[in-house]
């Protein structure tokens, strides 16, 4: 039976998930860490998110009108 071989490269996106950035790159793209991300998530102030069973992407496009609706005048 062949062994599956973990070579430390996450695998590559699905073209459907293309658009779509994890947690940790969600994360370091708007200077926060995974933790903070999380807790903006679970008080509902953070961007709109997708939970595909445990794991969390952010729709880019998402994110870029979550940060301007949160411009001040």
Aim: proline letters at 11%; hydrophobic letters at 30%.
């Amino acid at each position: 039976m062949p062994v599956s071989v973990h070579t430390g490269t996450p695998p590559t996106p699905l073209p459907l998930l293309s658009e779509y950035l994890s947690e940790p790159d969600t994360a370091k793209e708007l200077g926060v860490c995974t933790r903070t991300l999380g807790r903006m998530r679970e008080r509902g102030g953070g961007p709109p998110y997708v939970r595909i069973a445990k794991r969390v992407v952010y729709r880019r496009e998402a994110i870029a009108d979550w940060l301007r609706k949160q411009e001040t005048k």
